[in-house]
């Protein structure tokens, strides 16, 4: 293969949430995490079952220099949008792509986030989806409001409770 796909260029440079939230010029929400993927040589599959209960699985061919990410037709947007941005984590996470079964695919299973792994890729997700200096703009206009900010950011009413709890510890407001 002669060119690197940027996906691979970006993980050697370890791209942290807000790296590629800069590299794509994102200033305002919503952030197009398919758009994202897409540029970054991310091949993007969505499916109508996949082989395992698992809303998404991440399958890399590292030597071709390949990414495929699945996702179920029949889940909502809002998770969608979180399954591609977990699997763009486990993408950029520090941890080695060994982990992949038969060394190609990692499926991401919604009911179990007791795995390290998972619990840092659920992280970048939401790091993602929901950056902090992004939700400081917009938490007063929305009055705090978990279901409006999850609108305005395209993310479930989980994530952003998640997120609002952790911005909230994070600038002791």
């Given at each position: 293969m002669s060119d690197t796909p940027t996906w691979q260029k970006m993980r050697e440079r370890g791209a942290s949430p807000d790296e590629l939230l800069k590299a794509f010029d994102i200033t305002e929400p919503f952030v197009d995490v398919r758009h994202m993927a897409v540029a970054m040589d991310i091949k993007l599959e969505v499916v109508k079952s996949l082989q395992l209960d698992v809303s998404g699985e991440l399958e890399v061919d590292d030597e071709e220099g390949k990414a495929i990410i699945r996702v179920l037709e029949g889940d909502a947007e809002v998770r969608q949008r979180f399954t591609i941005a977990h699997e763009i984590g486990h993408l950029m996470g520090r941890h080695p792509l060994d982990f992949l079964d038969e060394g190609k695919r990692i499926h991401r299973d919604t009911t179990y986030t007791g795995n390290a792994k998972e619990q840092e890729a659920n992280?970048?997700?939401?790091?993602?989806?929901?950056?902090?200096?992004?939700?400081?703009?917009?938490?007063?206009?929305?009055?705090?409001?978990?279901?409006?900010?999850?609108?305005?950011?395209?993310?479930?009413?989980?994530?952003m409770g998640i997120r609002l709890m952790k911005w909230r510890a994070y600038t002791g407001l």
């Open positions: 992280a970048y997700a939401a790091e993602l989806l929901v950056p902090f200096e992004l939700l400081t703009k917009h938490v007063a206009r929305y009055d705090f409001n978990v279901s409006q900010l999850a609108c305005v950011f395209r993310v479930s009413d989980v994530t």
